[in-house]
């Protein structure tokens, strides 16, 4: 599955996959005092991602009118994601700030009370999710507030028995999400998905008594078929009931790692609906480190853009390829 130069189109099963959650604008305040504002969000990189990979997601989320929300709008147009599911409103786009300490790691304090993310309701993403979809992906922000949180937990509990459900906590916002609910929201969420996608920041948010290889196997005993567990700079840690495997990542040019992390389960994703495979696969650990080794793969080339920005890329046959 290794990505080569070439070009052609994508295959997959036929059915959609959702992702339901954020788009927001994130000000990376830079180091003489000014910011630079990024479209992104965890569910927003996530959809993008699928839609270059020429899978053509339908993105679930609510999008204000102002200028923000409709640059959101065109950014995920023009990634080749299906618009059906957005909800618009004239409440003002959802934002972060975002600070990078000395090694260029990122940090976050997202704003979302009052904003165009958190108010979907369920009925409005009920409507929004695609009939039979091979996959829905959800990403953690999307806890953060009321009543966004009951929705997207309603459509990963409400979910078909086909339809493969990938939870991403992406839990380094922590200062917007009350502690102890956000928590138990997504401890349910995690419960009931059959791939989690986390980061080992994410983990030890979650339970900071232990490693967060302690975290990513307690996990696995409590649901899930797959843990995959990132380390930015090693590359992923696959564990399934039936085994585990590193997956190392590749060298890159590292410009900003902002959005890779959601980058990879997206394309871990993609490369396995892609692939034909579905829910009931999940037991081949074979085929879930080829979609881990692809995943890297895309994640580095998005550490070498500044800003969330996944690279275009199509399958040819059994080949994957990037631009």
């Keep these: 599955m290794s990505p080569h130069p070439c070009a052609g189109v994508t295959s997959s099963n036929g059915r959609p996959i959702a992702v ?19 479209l992104g969000g965890g569910s927003f990189t996530a959809a993008r991602t699928l839609g270059r990979l020429g899978l053509r997601p339908v993105f679930i989320g609510r999008l204000s009118t102002d200028r923000y929300g409709r640059a959101l709008r065109r950014a995920l147009d023009e990634s080749g994601v299906d618009l059906i599911g957005i909800v ?13 300490d000395g090694n260029g790691t990122p940090s976050y304090r997202f704003y979302v009370e009052g904003t165009s993310t958190a108010g979907l309701l369920p009925d409005e993403a009920r409507l929004a999710m695609p009939h039979d979809a091979a996959a829905l992906h959800i990403d953690g922000l999307g806890l953060a507030a009321e009543p966004q949180a009951t929705a997207l937990v309603s459509l ?14 992406n839990c380094h916002a922590q200062e917007v999400r009350g502690g102890t609910a956000f928590r138990e929201r997504l401890r349910d969420a995690l419960s009931l998905a ?56 590749p060298h890159s040019q590292v410009v900003d790692t902002i959005g890779a992390d959601h980058a990879f389960g997206a394309a871990w994703l993609g490369a396995w609906v892609a692939e034909g495979l579905e829910r009931g696969d999940l037991g081949d650990l074979e085929e879930v ?27 040819v046959d059994s080949e994957w390829c990037l631009e």
Excluded: M, W
């Design 194 to 249: 059959d791939v989690v996608k986390a980061s080992e920041r994410d983990l030890a948010y979650l339970d900071p008594d232990r490693t967060p290889y302690q975290t990513a196997r307690a996990l696995l005993a409590r649901g899930p078929a797959v843990v995959l567990l990132t380390n930015e700079s090693l590359g992923a840690t696959v564990l399934a009931a039936r085994g585990e495997a590193l997956v190392e990542a």
């Design 289 to 315: 480190v080829r979609a881990a080794e692809f995943a890297v793969q895309v994640a580095a080339r998005t550490c070498e853009r500044a800003g969330p920005e996944p690279p275009r890329g199509a399958k």
């Design 88 to 100: 618009s409103t004239d409440e003002p786009t959802t934002f972060a700030r975002v600070e990078r």
């Design 20 to 38: 339901a959650g954020e788009a927001i604008v994130a000000f990376v305040l830079e180091p003489g005092g000014g910011t630079t504002p990024h």
């Design 156 to 169: 990963v509990r409400e979910a078909g028995f086909r339809t493969l459900v990938l939870v991403d906590p």
